[in-house]
């Protein structure tokens, strides 16, 4: 009995949380839960695919085993290492054994810096080669990679989407690492030049006995060059298996949902379309129970109570779903899956004895099933499209309200007590400079013209009470030819008399 091989990289129970703290709109705190108690297991030299829908958790799991972030909960023992115990130099030294491709090549690359420098780069750093030497190291990947040596000198900008992938894996296979993840690293680019991406990366991991972890989103392609497919779902991985056994034996629901929904080369549009309807539910507020049964059609009420446990189905086929392989799940949704199959099998013989230039018409019943589900592909949209349009009203009027209200309660508080206080300090300051007056002269000002240019300051236009009570109506200085001239009378209309004034 030969014992399994030690895997290089193994992930157990790996969680990543975004705390949300506390809002304006937000009561309570809540977490994002990108990735949600995910294991995984490559041996050395494998290729383990990961796919699923976007905003799953493909990329943020990529990342948390790069530590590019860092996971909130979960081991990952990596080529012997406690991964997550590394730190500083160790780590440094370590990550060169796992390296990334990633989707953007242009991106991911230094404009500033030639292909040359950015592969050569971390050669140096790593002590893989010295400055003499650089040049011809980074001329040899080149080549292996199907660029020409010469090219070291040219800038990303010179190259087109293809090339500058190449260079990407170029540098990520500079550093001889054991691991490397690719993500999403053929999704950018057209379709020619994905297959020979796809063959680069195959025949390298034939020389350098590499392991990937391919994530995508293109199942056809993942299948392509994987040797185990792992599919996700709102951060939890819901069926692993063989490639192969995952494409004629799919247990999972979402997985069969997703493999009906690969479209079809043929004019005839055979493929039936996912019998899925809604979005993902929001990783804020994850559904109880199994997260796929919103959307599952086989759901039974014990899935919205009880998470399924991971079930093992043998020959490395496992999931989680309390109808894991109990095919069929719903009634209606095999049929239609059979006919799919069917018909993908009729074109495939067609397509093999007869020339495949010429498509057929179309049948009547194809036909009449591709109305109803563009019709429902239709209704769908419309509902999204409603859905959102009232999500961003809602948004719009509760912005507006709370604004309003924000003015008004300010308002409010304004008048009723800002401006009452401003006021009385006002007053008190008058009162003060009143008793002042009176301190000095003996006798209360006759009227505001003995108080000064001060009294305009503290009221600028109204009415004041003189400490006898009476009210003094004034009313502000104007000036005339360099003067300033201040009328006051008392409130039974005798005027006190005009009086000029030099400007203070
Ligand atoms: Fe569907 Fe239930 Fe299975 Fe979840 S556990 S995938 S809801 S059948």
Redesign the pocket.
């Known amino acids: 009995m030969t014992c399994p091989p030690t895997p290089i990289l193994e992930v157990s129970n790996l969680v990543k949380r975004y705390p949300m703290p506390k809002g304006f709109l937000r009561s309570t705190p809540a977490d994002i839960c990108a990735v949600n108690g995910v294991s995984l297991t490559i041996q050395p030299g494998e290729t383990l695919g990961l796919v699923g829908e976007s905003g799953c958790g493909k990329t943020t799991l990529g990342q948390c085993i790069l530590r590019l972030i860092e996971p909130s909960k979960g081991e990952i023992q990596f080529n012997g290492w406690d991964w997550q115990a590394l730190s500083g130099i160790e780590l440094r030294r370590a990550r060169r054994n796992m390296q990334v491709v990633f989707q953007d090549p242009f991106a991911s690359l230094n404009p500033r810096m030639t292909i040359g420098d950015s592969i050569g780069e971390a050669m140096l750093v790593h002590g893989l080669a010295d400055h003499r030497r650089v040049a011809t190291a980074v001329g040899s990947l080149l080549e292996r990679v199907g660029l020409p040596p010469s090219w070291a000198d040219r800038y990303p900008h010179e190259l087109s989407g293809g090339q500058r992938q190449r260079v990407g894996i170029a540098r990520a296979v500079a550093l001889e690492p054991k691991l490397i993840i690719c993500d999403e690293a053929v999704s950018a680019l057209d379709v020619s030049i994905q297959a020979q991406i796809l063959n680069l990366l195959i025949d390298l991991r034939r020389e350098m006995e590499l392991a990937y972890l391919f994530i995508g989103h293109n199942l056809a392609t993942v299948k392509h060059i994987s040797d185990r497919i792992a599919v996700m779902y709102l951060g939890q991985i819901?069926e692993t298996a063989p490639a192969d056994a995952l494409f004629d034996h799919p247990a999972?629901?979402?997985t069969q949902a997703l493999l009906s929904a690969i479209p079809s080369l043929s004019p005839q549009r055979s493929t039936l379309p996912a019998p899925l309807e809604g979005e993902p539910p929001s990783p804020i507020r994850q559904p109880t129970?199994?997260?796929?049964?919103?959307?599952?059609?086989?759901?039974?009420e014990?899935?919205?109570l009880t998470?399924?446990t991971r079930t093992d189905l043998g020959k490395g086929h496992s999931g989680?779903?309390?109808?894991?392989g109990q095919i069929p799940?719903n009634p209606e949704w095999p049929r239609r899956l059979a006919v799919h199959q069917q018909e993908m099998t009729n074109k495939r013989v067609q397509g093999a004895s007869q020339a495949p230039a010429r498509a057929l018409p179309p049948s009547d019943d194809a036909l009449e099933r591709e109305k109803i589900f563009e019709r429902k592909r239709l209704i769908q949209k419309s509902k999204r499209l409603r859905r959102r349009q009232s999500t961003r009203i809602r948004r719009i009027l509760i912005v507006g309200f709370v604004s309003l209200g924000i003015i008004a309660l300010w308002t409010i508080l304004n008048h009723l007590v800002f401006l009452p206080r401003q006021l009385e300090k006002q007053a008190t300051a008058l009162r003060a400079e009143i008793e002042a007056f009176h301190a000095i002269f003996k006798r209360y000002p006759r009227d505001l013209n003995e108080l000064g240019w001060r009294l305009h300051a503290i009221f600028p236009q109204g009415e004041a009470r003189d400490p006898r009570g009476r009210p003094w109506i004034y009313r502000p200085p104007e000036k005339q030819d360099g003067l300033y001239g201040l009328q006051v009378a008392e409130s039974d209309g005798i005027m006190q008399g005009d009086k000029t004034m030099e400007s203070p």
């Open positions: 819901v999972h629901p979402y129970g199994c997260p796929f049964h919103p959307r599952c059609p086989a759901a039974m014990i899935c919205s998470p399924p989680r779903c309390h109808l894991l799940l």
